[in-house]
């Protein structure tokens, strides 16, 4: 019998860090934008940035309540590695590398001259803007930078010509060179510590599912259910971060579930996935089967 494994290994774990461009607040009682943005940035006029970013500006007003949660947009920094360009690390962290002319230039560079390996450079933070009615490159340069005559650059990171702005378009607005105050480092601080914290929580839950279900499986593999094994077992390969014990005993189970079910390519990955687990790791030729040491073989 051919089984084809149903595995599908996916991590995504979003966590506040150095290296994210944003961080959340929730609004105190009695808060304003304006009072929030002279705490983040120390500046009360970027509360119109703090609109943009949390299209509070939409359809007019952009008034806030206690325990709303907003998006703080901040930069985050980068070390240049051995062969990144302005082009290719504008491809990764801006979308284009088009744009690597705007990266250089916050970071005092030129964009046909390429940064050293092992330079820490700016990224800046970018605002995704939802037009309204009477938007145009102009008027949201002077918005979001204080300068109206740079409509152009607006365009241009956009890839757009000058034109007329539709209601709910979408316009990326870079924001370079944008700091914030000792009290929003600090907040951003918290908010990673509390991010981590939930990471580690959800870790945590992920390793008590497996102790428990690990001994099921093993009860599946020895009474011959090798199809409910194969499905419990990628089950607990997709929950999340497991032990490096942990993921032994389950590629070696695994291994037993596709040999026996004759699937051979999946019992040769297996085997892979084990001894990358377990680099030590020895099949007993007296207590292993001649099928599964040649499925290692291949």
């Known amino acids: 019998m051919k089984l084809r494994s149903a595995a599908l290994l996916v991590s995504v774990i ?170 929003g480092v600090a907040e951003a601080r918290e908010a990673l510590h509390v991010a981590q914290s939930q990471v580690a929580l959800a870790g945590l839950e992920t390793q008590r599912r497996s102790d428990a279900a690990i001994p099921l499986l093993l009860a599946d593999i020895g009474a011959g259910r090798y199809v409910e094994a194969i499905g419990l077992g990628n089950r607990l390969l997709g929950s999340g971060e497991l032990r490096r014990s942990k993921l032994v005993i389950l590629h070696r189970a695994l291994l037993e579930a596709y040999v026996a079910l004759d699937a051979a390519a999946e019992a040769s990955q297996a085997c892979a996935s084990l001894l990358a687990n377990d680099g030590g790791h020895v099949l007993d030729p007296t207590t292993t089967s001649p099928k599964v040491r040649a499925a290692c073989a291949r």
């Open 14 to 183: 979003v966590t506040l860090s150095p290296r994210l461009q944003a961080f959340p607040h929730v609004v105190r009682p009695g808060e304003t934008l304006a009072e929030i943005a002279t705490q983040v940035y120390g500046d009360p006029r970027k509360e119109t940035l703090l609109a943009g970013a949390n299209a509070l500006d939409v359809g007019g007003g952009s008034a806030i309540v206690a325990g709303m949660r907003l998006e703080i947009p901040a930069p985050l920094h980068h070390s240049v590695a051995l062969g990144e360009t302005w082009e290719s690390l504008a491809e990764i962290w801006l979308g284009s590398g088009v744009r690597s002319d705007l990266l250089a230039r916050t970071n005092d560079a030129v964009p046909w001259i390429e940064p050293e390996r092992g330079l820490e450079i700016e990224i800046p933070a970018v605002v995704a803007h939802i037009v309204s009615e009477g938007d145009n490159s102009t008027s949201l340069a002077a918005r979001f930078w204080g300068d109206g005559n740079r409509g152009w650059e607006l365009n241009a990171f956009n890839g757009r010509r000058e034109e007329p702005m539709h209601r709910g378009e979408i316009i990326l607005v870079p924001l370079p060179r944008l700091k914030l105050t000792d009290a």
